[in-house]
């Protein structure tokens, strides 16, 4: 053995010790250790891509994923396809639900601001749904990965809820309230918000800051199919 190659003992304290990973076949799982809760903010792009990257890792392993989006209609250089939900229905265990498809909130683009205050209040007794779905489903087996999320799921993603409650679109005790009826082996992720959503620090076990150090819109870069839809 050179002097350049990890010793068996270096070996076993590493990442699959040693090996290559290999993909394996998705079969239907349980997590052994899912429950937290997560928030992730930020005046930077990623929230959504970042959610959407560990929702891709949970449906690896065979958990049972499901993504429920609010406000997140965008802008009129976003067209009609998102890649994501073009992914998500071809990969088994992870669904979506879009529950702003037109406009957004606050910004004079056309849409009917009554609307969006009516897709998130839709949103949240969606979300609720979705949660006592779950706590009626036993999250330490598996689920069937083709399962309604009626069937309940082991990882959800509420995707932009935090930008609902900056806009008082709903209420910062609406968010809480989805926290509080979380059940226990559930793993909930809410994200959006470029403000410091500082009411949910006692109530998170982890809360990433997406920060923007630069943006190409800044020197008008419109959206880009493959990157932002």
């Known amino acids: 053995m050179s002097d350049d190659t ?6 076993e304290r590493t990442p699959g010790r040693g090996r290559t990973p290999e993909a394996q076949r998705i079969e239907p799982s349980a997590p052994e250790e899912f429950g937290l809760v997560q928030i992730w903010w930020g ?3 990623g929230k959504t891509t970042a959610t959407f990257g560990m929702g891709l890792r949970a449906a ?12 997140k209609g ?6 009609a396809v998102r890649g994501e939900y073009n992914a998500i229905e071809a990969l088994p265990g992870m669904s979506y639900e879009n529950l702003g498809h037109y406009g957004w909130h606050g910004m004079a683009d056309g849409s009917d601001e009554a609307d969006h205050e009516a897709e998130a209040q839709a949103g949240l007794e969606r979300a609720h749904e979705l949660l006592e ?7 330490g087996a598996p689920i069937d990965l083709d399962a ?4 309940g799921m082991h990882m959800l993603i509420v995707d932009e809820v935090l930008y609902a409650a900056d806009r008082d679109l709903i209420s910062q005790d609406d968010v809480i309230g989805l ?11 809410l994200s ?3 403000a410091e959503p500082t009411y949910l620090e006692d109530r998170a076990d982890l809360i990433t800051n997406v920060r923007k150090v630069k943006h190409p819109m800044e020197d008008g870069q419109r959206a880009r199919r493959g990157t932002e839809y």
Do not use: N, W
């Not at 965008?74 to 067209?79: I, N, R």
């Not at 009826?181 to 909930?188: R, V």
């Open 192 to 194: 959006g918000s470029h």
């Open 60 to 71: 690896g392993h065979g958990y049972r994923v499901h993504v429920l989006q609010f406000m």
């Open 148 to 151: 309604p999320p009626e069937d």
């Open 43 to 45: 005046d930077g792009k």
């Open 6 to 11: 990890p010793s068996d003992s270096t070996l």
């Open 179 to 189: 926290i509080d009826a979380k059940p226990d082996d559930l793993e909930l992720i």
């Open 133 to 139: 779905a779950a706590a009626d489903a036993d999250l």
């Open 74 to 79: 965008g802008a009129s250089s976003v067209e």
